[in-house]
Protein backbone atom coordinates (compact mmCIF):
# COMPACT_ATOMS: atom_id res chain seq x y z
CA UNK A 1 0.00 0.00 0.00
CA UNK A 2 1.14 3.45 -0.87
CA UNK A 3 1.21 6.05 1.65
CA UNK A 4 0.27 9.80 1.23
CA UNK A 5 2.97 12.45 1.75
CA UNK A 6 2.58 15.17 3.77
CA UNK A 7 4.19 18.51 4.01
CA UNK A 8 5.12 20.17 7.18
CA UNK A 9 2.63 23.47 7.63
CA UNK A 10 -0.04 20.99 7.62
CA UNK A 11 -2.43 22.15 10.41
CA UNK A 12 -5.50 22.45 11.94
CA UNK A 13 -8.19 23.31 14.84
CA UNK A 14 -10.45 21.48 17.13
CA UNK A 15 -12.52 23.20 20.43
CA UNK A 16 -13.77 21.61 23.58
CA UNK A 17 -15.91 23.28 26.08
CA UNK A 18 -15.33 22.03 29.07
CA UNK A 19 -17.91 19.85 30.94
CA UNK A 20 -17.85 18.55 35.03
CA UNK A 21 -16.67 14.79 32.62
CA UNK A 22 -13.48 16.55 31.17
CA UNK A 23 -12.25 17.15 34.86
CA UNK A 24 -9.46 15.53 36.44
CA UNK A 25 -11.63 14.68 39.26
CA UNK A 26 -14.28 12.55 36.67
CA UNK A 27 -11.13 11.06 34.98
CA UNK A 28 -9.21 10.19 38.46
CA UNK A 29 -6.25 12.19 36.74
CA UNK A 30 -6.52 14.92 40.26
CA UNK A 31 -9.04 15.77 42.80
CA UNK A 32 -10.04 19.19 41.04
CA UNK A 33 -12.73 20.44 39.20
CA UNK A 34 -10.55 21.98 35.96
CA UNK A 35 -9.55 20.03 32.49
CA UNK A 36 -7.84 17.10 33.05
CA UNK A 37 -4.09 16.43 31.46
CA UNK A 38 -5.27 13.27 29.80
CA UNK A 39 -8.57 14.52 28.38
CA UNK A 40 -6.23 18.06 27.03
CA UNK A 41 -3.93 15.00 25.52
CA UNK A 42 -6.63 13.27 23.86
CA UNK A 43 -8.11 17.59 22.13
CA UNK A 44 -4.54 17.86 21.34
CA UNK A 45 -4.40 14.53 19.49
CA UNK A 46 -7.64 14.81 17.61
CA UNK A 47 -6.06 18.19 16.63
CA UNK A 48 -3.77 15.93 14.77
CA UNK A 49 -5.81 13.68 13.56
CA UNK A 50 -7.90 16.73 12.11
CA UNK A 51 -5.03 17.94 10.09
CA UNK A 52 -4.44 14.88 8.15
CA UNK A 53 -8.16 13.63 7.79
CA UNK A 54 -8.32 15.49 4.49
CA UNK A 55 -5.81 13.71 2.99
CA UNK A 56 -6.08 10.06 4.41
CA UNK A 57 -7.05 7.59 1.95
CA UNK A 58 -9.51 4.81 2.53
CA UNK A 59 -7.05 2.19 4.04
CA UNK A 60 -4.67 3.92 5.81
CA UNK A 61 -4.97 6.01 9.17
CA UNK A 62 -2.27 7.38 11.72
CA UNK A 63 -1.64 6.17 15.58
CA UNK A 64 -0.20 7.54 17.74
CA UNK A 65 3.20 6.86 19.34
CA UNK A 66 4.44 9.37 21.25
CA UNK A 67 3.27 12.83 23.03
CA UNK A 68 4.95 15.02 25.32
CA UNK A 69 2.91 17.45 27.00
CA UNK A 70 3.39 20.76 29.39
CA UNK A 71 0.03 21.39 30.82
CA UNK A 72 0.54 24.87 32.37
CA UNK A 73 -2.68 26.56 33.43
CA UNK A 74 -5.83 25.29 34.74
CA UNK A 75 -9.22 26.11 32.44
CA UNK A 76 -12.62 25.20 34.36
CA UNK A 77 -15.72 23.99 33.79
CA UNK A 78 -17.96 25.64 31.39
CA UNK A 79 -14.57 27.38 29.36
CA UNK A 80 -13.64 26.58 25.53
CA UNK A 81 -10.31 25.34 24.70
CA UNK A 82 -8.96 25.36 21.28
CA UNK A 83 -5.82 23.27 20.19
CA UNK A 84 -4.61 24.63 16.94
CA UNK A 85 -2.18 21.41 15.99
CA UNK A 86 0.89 22.24 13.06
CA UNK A 87 2.85 19.56 11.72
CA UNK A 88 6.45 20.44 11.91
CA UNK A 89 8.24 17.49 10.91
CA UNK A 90 7.62 14.62 8.48
CA UNK A 91 10.17 11.37 8.65
CA UNK A 92 9.22 8.35 6.68
CA UNK A 93 5.84 7.27 7.91
CA UNK A 94 6.34 9.47 11.16
CA UNK A 95 4.60 12.69 11.79
CA UNK A 96 5.54 15.03 13.94
CA UNK A 97 3.31 17.90 15.46
CA UNK A 98 3.42 20.69 17.87
CA UNK A 99 -0.35 21.67 19.43
CA UNK A 100 -0.91 24.93 21.12
CA UNK A 101 -3.82 24.42 23.59
CA UNK A 102 -5.49 27.96 24.37
CA UNK A 103 -8.27 29.10 26.49
CA UNK A 104 -9.20 32.81 25.96
CA UNK A 105 -6.18 33.58 23.55
CA UNK A 106 -3.58 32.36 26.73
CA UNK A 107 -1.76 29.17 26.67
CA UNK A 108 -2.66 26.33 28.50
CA UNK A 109 -0.63 23.56 26.83
CA UNK A 110 1.92 22.90 24.51
CA UNK A 111 2.24 19.09 23.06
CA UNK A 112 3.96 17.30 21.04
CA UNK A 113 2.55 14.24 18.99
CA UNK A 114 4.12 12.10 16.51
CA UNK A 115 1.96 9.71 15.12
CA UNK A 116 2.69 6.75 12.42
CA UNK A 117 1.25 6.24 9.10
CA UNK A 118 -0.18 2.98 9.10
CA UNK A 119 -2.32 0.16 7.14
CA UNK A 120 -5.93 -0.03 8.84
CA UNK A 121 -6.19 -3.48 8.77
CA UNK A 122 -2.48 -4.80 8.90
CA UNK A 123 -2.69 -2.89 12.28
CA UNK A 124 -5.02 -4.03 13.80
CA UNK A 125 -4.56 -7.89 12.46
CA UNK A 126 -1.37 -7.46 14.51
CA UNK A 127 -3.30 -6.07 17.54
CA UNK A 128 -5.75 -8.99 17.39
CA UNK A 129 -2.49 -11.40 17.49
CA UNK A 130 -1.67 -10.34 20.97
CA UNK A 131 -5.04 -11.33 21.92
Do not use: Y
Amino acid sequence: MEFPEFAPGLNARVELTVTDADTAQSIGSGDVPVLGTPRLLALAEAATVAATARQIPGGVTTVGSRAEIEHRAPTPVGRTVAATATLTKVDGRTLVFDVTVRDRGAVVAEVRVERILVERQRFIAGAEVLR
